[in-house]
């Protein structure tokens, strides 16, 4: 009964069951096998200088925009593979429309950019001749990102810049990474810092809880298992073996300050070899 209660609090958004240490006692706590030398205070300083390169520059020309400047090296590295060809994507939060624009000059001309919002005004930024749509709804209603998936997807970008709430966030990626996102395909959660501020972690697992949960997830292949399991033409070495769907199908996970991505492939299982 209590776990069927959580749920049902989580889809409303008013359950705060969990929220990270450091939330509490603004401290983090830190293993002893790292030496003192790299956890001892040090002082950052202010940035004084800006992104070098073409979305900066593309974002500085416009409004409407709010964008963490540390951003745009990572999605320029990313991203700019996906520049060469028409590409699909889909941005979730819309705001004032200006990261559509963005995302729309940055890639290539052909592009169909698709962004969802739950603001209903955010319909007025479609530019439906040049393929920039809008649709109104949550993100956390599997139902409306299967609809906006039918019609568009499924996609080869997928970037959460939604509510930041933290069920917000686990429900889209729930929902969107399997049949949303194509094999190929990147899909980028940013804001992650708000899985450190309360009024935003309203889920029993923030996604970043679960994004190091698919660490493990990746190394699933070695569980219980040998290295001669995957020796090259070794009388033990599998043929092929159950896997969860993330462990198949996720070749990286990239953490940076503030942002999560995923590189989505299909994996084959790895191999060893003895020379």
């Not at 996970?253 to 003895?274: C, G, N, Q, T």
């Amino acid at each position: 009964m209590r776990k069927l209660l959580n749920k049902l609090l989580v889809k409303f958004g008013l359950l705060i069951t969990k929220a990270p240490t450091l939330l509490a006692d603004k401290s983090l706590a830190t293993s002893e096998a790292f030496p003192i030398e790299l956890t001892e205070t040090v002082t950052v300083s202010a940035a004084t200088d800006t992104p070098e390169n073409e979305l900066f520059d593309i974002f500085a020309a416009d409004t409407n925009v709010h964008k963490w400047h540390h951003y745009f090296d990572i999605y320029v590295k990313h991203f700019e593979a996906y520049r060469n060809r028409p590409i699909r994507m889909l941005e979730i939060g819309v705001f004032r429309g200006g990261s559509l624009r963005m995302w729309k000059e940055y890639f290539h001309p052909d592009s169909t950019i698709v962004g969802i919002d739950i603001d209903k005004s955010c319909k007025d930024h479609e530019i439906a001749d040049k393929k920039v749509f809008v649709r109104i709804g949550s993100q956390a209603d599997p139902e409306f990102l299967a609809r906006v998936n039918e019609e568009f997807g499924p996609f080869d970008i997928i970037l959460d810049d939604g509510s930041h709430k933290t069920h917000h966030q686990n429900i889209s990626f729930g929902a969107l990474f399997r049949s949303a996102l194509t094999d190929g395909g990147c899909y980028m959660v940013e804001d992650v810092h708000t899985n450190y501020w309360l009024k935003h972690v309203d889920s029993e697992d923030t996604f970043i809880d679960l994004s190091k949960q698919i660490v493990d997830m990746i190394h699933e292949p070695y569980f219980n298992h040998i290295e001669t399991n995957f020796r090259h033409e070794h009388p033990e070495a599998f043929e092929q073996l159950e896997l969860s769907y993330l462990a198949a199908n996720i070749a990286s996970v990239a953490f940076y300050d503030s942002i999560v991505v995923f590189d989505k492939k299909k994996r084959f299982l790895p191999k060893s070899e003895l020379r």
